[in-house]
């Protein structure tokens, strides 16, 4: 399956924690995305890391992608109620498709 | 801009009857995707569209679904007759570059088939 799959499938953390997400997939990739979904609403993109980038912040978040061992992680640090919601990688396989992996449900505890 | 635009928001129908979607793309994007979100299958992309054509629509389950888009800014995802096994939340996105870049979603549209 070209699908990316999510790790873990859901992850409970107490506010001010950090949480961390993990993609892996089996396919060469073009990029990598990562979107989030609050409950009832639609997906919202977060970043886009590139196959030949390592690396990228952006405001709390931070991704990594190896391609090596085809697998991505997204980290949120001091997490907050609000970031609870479903997170998604989504792969740019070099199609005209980008493939979105199953989620992980993240729900941060004030 | 306001964003991706769907409606309705809820739809709840009987079996067997006709259901139509509606979406309007954000201004000036060429690529206008439908996804189908269930808790068993997750989001599976149904067809999408480049510049108004379809150029992709192996994700439509069967006969019963049929999408167009007759120009930029409007879409339609038509399923006649409706099957309870249709029920999910169903999405449209559209995006300036296809897949290169993110996809804006709108807020989709609950659809219950009883």
């Known amino acids: 399956s070209q699908q990316g799959e999510e790790d873990p499938q859901a992850l409970s953390i107490q506010e001010g924690e950090n949480a961390t997400m993990n993609c892996s997939y089996k396919t060469s990739i073009n990029n990598l995305q990562w979107y989030r979904q609050n409950s009832g609403r639609g997906l919202v993109h977060l970043i886009l890391i590139r196959s030949n980038e390592r690396e990228k912040h952006s405001g709390r978040l931070r991704v990594t992608l190896d391609t090596s061992k085809k697998s991505s992680s997204l980290l949120i640090t001091a997490s907050r109620a609000a970031d609870t919601a479903s997170y998604f990688c989504a792969l740019d396989t070099g199609g005209f498709k980008t493939i979105f992996g199953a989620g992980t449900r993240l729900f941060v505890k004030a | 801009d306001a964003g991706v635009i769907q409606s309705p928001r809820h739809e709840v129908t009987e079996m067997g009857q006709e259901v139509t979607l509606r979406c309007k793309p954000i201004s000036g994007h060429d690529y206008l995707f439908w996804y189908r979100q269930t808790m068993m299958r997750g989001l599976e992309l149904l067809i999408y569209?480049?510049?108004?054509?379809?150029?992709?629509d192996s994700g439509m389950p069967e006969d019963r679904f049929s999408a167009k888009m007759p120009n930029a800014s409007f879409s339609t995802l038509k399923i006649q007759p409706s099957e309870p096994r249709d029920s999910a939340v169903y999405f449209c996105a559209s995006s300036l570059d296809g897949v290169r870049n993110e996809q804006f979603f709108g807020p989709g549209t609950r659809l219950t088939v009883l």
């Open positions: 569209f480049n510049n108004n054509v379809p150029i992709d």
